[in-house]
T-cell receptor, first 113, second 110 residues
């Protein structure tokens, strides 16, 4: 069964450092998303990406965040200067042409120290 | 505004019993809802969805009910099994973007 894969599974970084979280969406999917989940809280939308550009972003997705699809398979989330409050699980998701059922990756646990 | 909420943070049921997880939403224009299951350390997993032109939709052991009058939806799990233990989220799907509720943690007692 096709799946969304994310790497690394766990990333520890020092405050102020840049991190790049990587995702490989399902190969024929067209819409890509990043969500985050702070421990014990609900999953929150960060950004959606379609046709090589951001289609929507939330208030959380400020100038410190960026996304990129550098090739035909990877979809990355970059945080330029991490803050303690960026510590969370980050989930990548993708959907097909109908943009309905989203498939989520296993997540990357980001810990900022 | 966009808001999806849940009534209870935890639910404990006996194995074999039916489970009902509830969710309220505030936007009367919302027309597409999805239930997700999240097991510990994993990403959300699609369970079942429903559009506003339906009141009920059934899957394998799961049923989603939508009451547009009171802006409420529920997930019913029949014959709950230990493998059903997880956090369950309702989510509003708006052009692909998901707005999640807080989640209900379901515990199944053997």
């Amino acid at each position: 069964e096709p799946e969304v894969t994310q790497t690394p599974s766990h990333q520890v970084t020092q405050m102020g450092q840049e991190v790049i979280l990587r995702c490989v969406p399902i190969s024929n999917h067209l819409y890509f998303y990043w969500y985050r989940q702070i421990l014990g809280q609900k999953v929150e939308f960060l950004v959606s990406f379609y046709n090589n550009e951001i289609s929507e972003k939330s208030e959380i997705f400020d100038d410190q965040f960026s996304v990129e699809r550098p090739d035909g398979s990877n979809f990355t989330l970059k945080i330029r200067s991490t803050k303690l409050e960026d510590s969370a699980m980050y989930f990548c998701a993708s959907t097909g042409l109908s943009n309905t059922e989203a498939f989520f990756g296993q997540g990357t646990r980001l810990t900022v120290v | 505004g966009e808001s999806v909420g849940l009534h209870l943070p935890t639910l404990s049921v006996q194995e074999g019993d039916n489970s009902i997880i509830n969710c309220a939403y505030s936007n009367s224009a919302s027309d597409y809802f999805i239930w997700y299951k999240q097991e510990s350390g994993k990403g959300p997993q699609f369970i079942i969805d429903i559009r506003s032109n339906m009141d009920k939709r059934q899957g394998q052991r799961v049923t989603v009910l939508l009451n547009k009058t009171v802006k409420h939806l529920s997930l019913q799990i029949a014959a709950t099994q230990p493998g059903d233990s997880a956090v369950y989220f309702c989510a509003e799907n708006t052009w692909g973007k998901l707005i999640f509720g807080q989640g209900t943690e379901l515990s199944v007692k053997p």
